[in-house]
């Protein structure tokens, strides 16, 4: 049995698994994101290294791997990437992995083959190849996380390019996003940008029971507790996620106009307030869009929002040498 080691690297949390070459999770962990700018003169290289060799030095990570090669590692990474390189050209809710030649560090470190991705990417490969997206030729995947990743699978393949659904403007002269742009998709709906609705709103004065929960310390406001308030019945917290929705439904709309697609796939960390958001988010979805593209149209939750994006980066890596030895034998 073959197996490769995924890794899904997003602005807040990492997840490390083993998955064998039809999908299975064998075994897995998260773990926060290193930060060089939390972890002092430690550099971002040897805590992404750290990282992995503590998961393979786990009990069962050994127990696993133990008589079997490692066929290699797949990195989805938050971010814009070289693939020819394997180099994070930009992340902007990790900008210590600004430049870094990711592919090159992992595979001189672990001495596998390495495929580096962007992580919104690898979850739509991961939905194409096991997921929900599995039956469906043509949608469009996005993640709702720290920030708003996206990803595209046409006519069964993924599109290798820039799917930066989470830097389209949709406020001229919104509020600032980490990109350096301002009125992204991103700083309206995702998870920085739920915290940060709730902290700007409590700062003018608007009453909810956030502020009892928070001590009255605005900036411990995590997006959980303003998806707790918002289940609780607080009125500020069911409003932003009804905005949350509202925007992405405007965000949808425009996919639903460019491309042609079947489906919009909606998963990642904030998936489980799907009830909370998604009224608003068809509402507007299938109101802004045009007609003849949006009457068929499903709207999808993921079905394994979990390990998507690491799942995904180990299919690249499995699809990647299953190119690779199919030109080998051709040579042959």
Same mark, same amino acid.
């Not at 998961?55 to 791997?65: N, S, V, W």
């Not at 006519?155 to 002269?173: A, D, K």
């Not at 700007?200 to 009453?207: A, D, F, I, Q, R």
């Given at each position: 049995?073959?197996?490769?080691?995924?890794?899904?690297?997003?602005?807040?949390?990492?997840?490390?698994?083993?998955?064998?070459?039809? &999908?299975?999770?064998? +075994?897995?962990?998260?773990?926060?994101?290193?930060?060089?700018?939390? *972890?002092?003169?430690?550099?971002?290289?040897?805590?992404?290294?750290?990282?992995?060799r503590d998961f393979l030095d786990d009990e069962k990570t050994r127990m696993l791997i133990s008589g079997t090669n490692i066929a290699g590692i797949g990195i989805g990474v938050a971010g814009l990437i070289d693939r020819k390189e394997g180099r994070i050209i930009k992340?902007?809710?990790?900008? $210590?992995?600004?430049?870094?030649?990711?592919?090159?560090?992992?595979?001189?470190?672990?001495?596998?083959?390495?495929?580096?991705?962007?992580?919104?990417?690898?979850?739509?490969?991961?939905?194409?190849?096991?997921?929900?997206?599995?039956?469906?030729? $043509?949608?469009?995947?996005? *993640?709702?996380?720290?920030?708003?990743?996206?990803? +595209?699978?046409?006519?069964?393949?993924?599109?290798?390019?820039?799917?930066?659904?989470?830097?389209?403007?949709?406020?001229?002269?919104?509020?600032?996003?980490?990109?350096?742009? +301002?009125?992204?998709?991103?700083?309206?709906?995702?998870?920085?940008?739920?915290?940060?609705?709730?902290?700007?709103?409590?700062?003018?004065? *608007?009453?909810?029971?956030?502020?009892?929960?928070?001590?009255?310390?605005?900036?411990?406001?995590?997006?959980?507790?303003?998806?707790?308030?918002?289940?609780?019945?607080?009125?500020?917290?069911?409003?932003?996620?009804?905005?949350?929705?509202?925007?992405?439904?405007?965000?949808?709309?425009?996919?639903?106009?460019?491309?042609?697609?079947?489906?919009?796939?909606?998963?990642?960390?904030?998936? &489980?307030?799907?009830?909370?958001?998604?009224?608003?988010?068809?509402?507007?979805?299938?109101?802004?869009?045009?007609?003849?593209?949006?009457?068929?149209?499903?709207i999808l939750k993921s079905t394994m929002a979990k390990d998507a994006g690491s799942i995904g980066a180990a299919g690249l890596l499995f699809k990647k040498l299953s190119v690779t030895q199919g030109v080998v034998s051709q040579l042959n």
């Amino acid at each position: 049995m073959k197996i490769a080691i995924g890794i899904d690297i997003g602005g807040t949390n990492t997840k490390i698994l083993l998955a064998a070459e039809d &999908g299975r999770v064998l +075994h897995g962990r998260q773990s926060l994101t290193p930060s060089a700018a939390k *972890t002092g003169s430690v550099g971002i290289e040897e805590l992404l290294v750290k990282n992995l060799r503590d998961f393979l030095d786990d009990e069962k990570t050994r127990m696993l791997i133990s008589g079997t090669n490692i066929a290699g590692i797949g990195i989805g990474v938050a971010g814009l990437i070289d693939r020819k390189e394997g180099r994070i050209i930009k992340s902007p809710n990790i900008a $210590s992995m600004d430049g870094l030649p990711i592919r090159e560090i992992f595979e001189r470190e672990f001495s596998v083959p390495v495929v580096v991705e962007n992580d919104a990417n690898a979850y739509a490969y991961g939905e194409k190849w096991i997921g929900t997206g599995k039956d469906i030729n $043509s949608f469009v995947v996005l *993640t709702l996380g720290t920030g708003l990743g996206g990803g +595209h699978i046409y006519n069964g393949e993924l599109y290798e390019g820039p799917f930066e659904i989470g830097h389209i403007i949709i406020e001229p002269n919104g509020r600032f996003c980490p990109c350096g742009s +301002h009125g992204c998709l991103e700083s309206y709906a995702s998870g920085r940008a739920i915290a940060d609705r709730a902290i700007t709103s409590l700062e003018s004065g *608007t009453k909810s029971s956030l502020v009892d929960s928070c001590g009255g310390n605005y900036y411990k406001i995590t997006p959980e507790l303003v998806f707790q308030k918002a289940l609780d019945g607080d009125n500020l917290s069911r409003e932003i996620f009804r905005e949350v929705g509202q925007y992405l439904g405007i965000g949808i709309a425009n996919l639903i106009n460019i491309f042609s697609i079947e489906a919009v796939i909606i998963g990642g960390g904030l998936i &489980g307030a799907w009830d909370l958001f998604i009224e608003e988010l068809t509402k507007e979805a299938f109101k802004r869009s045009f007609k003849p593209y949006s009457s068929n149209i499903k709207i999808l939750k993921s079905t394994m929002a979990k390990d998507a994006g690491s799942i995904g980066a180990a299919g690249l890596l499995f699809k990647k040498l299953s190119v690779t030895q199919g030109v080998v034998s051709q040579l042959n």
